[in-house]
Structures are given as structure tokens and as C-alpha cells.
């Protein structure tokens, strides 16, 4: 599995995860590895949504890893149990 954790209210740092994720998924290493994206900082004002980080990402042209955005905050805890179920999900198909 990689898990990519995106700050939701920093768009500059987005142009960077972008190009770490696609480095990621072209490893040979991590070539059948699925991707779970936690849009994290849910919590704050001015925040993207999963949904513009989905697109910002590209995430619809990955087609050899499965992958799963979901939104979180980390100080409550928000969003996390549903995309660490995803996570367990996945791995029972492995």
C-alpha cells in the first residue's frame, strides 16, 4: 500500500505530492501496490475538497493501482477508520 496524507489547504505543496505520487507509482517496487490518499486538514476553512484534490491529482487516469481518496481531519480523527477499512478491504483481495 501507499498511503499519501494531502494538507487540503496548501494548493502550492499540491504541484509537489503530484509529482512524488506519479515517481511512486512508477516503481517497479510498488507496482501492484493500491493508493489511499487522506485529504487531511477537513477541518479548516478555505480547504479543497477530496473531490479538487481528485482532479488535481489525476486521479481518474490511474488505472494500474487501485487507489481510494478520502477526506480526514487528523485531530479529531475524522475520515480515518473509513479509509484504514478501505485499506483492510483491499487487502483481503490480495
Not at 516503481?27 to 477537513?42: G, S, T, Y
Not at 490511474?62 to 477526506?71: C, E, R, T, V
Request: one cysteine or more; proline letters at 1%; aromatic letters at 6%.
Amino acid at each position: 500500500f501507499i498511503i499519501l496524507v494531502v494538507d487540503s489547504t496548501d494548493r502550492e505543496r499540491l504541484v509537489i505530492s503530484k509529482e512524488e505520487l506519479y515517481r511512486m507509482l512508477a516503481h517497479e517496487d510498488l507496482r501492484k501496490a493500491a493508493l489511499l490518499i487522506l485529504a487531511n486538514k477537513q477541518d479548516m476553512k478555505g480547504c479543497m475538497c477530496a473531490a479538487e484534490i481528485s482532479k488535481y491529482l489525476s486521479l481518474s487516469s490511474i488505472k494500474d493501482h487501485p487507489w481510494h481518496i478520502q477526506s480526514c481531519c487528523a485531530l479529531t480523527g475524522e475520515g480515518l477508520c473509513q479509509g484504514l477499512e478501505w485499506m483492510s478491504s483491499r487487502a483481503g483481495l490480495r
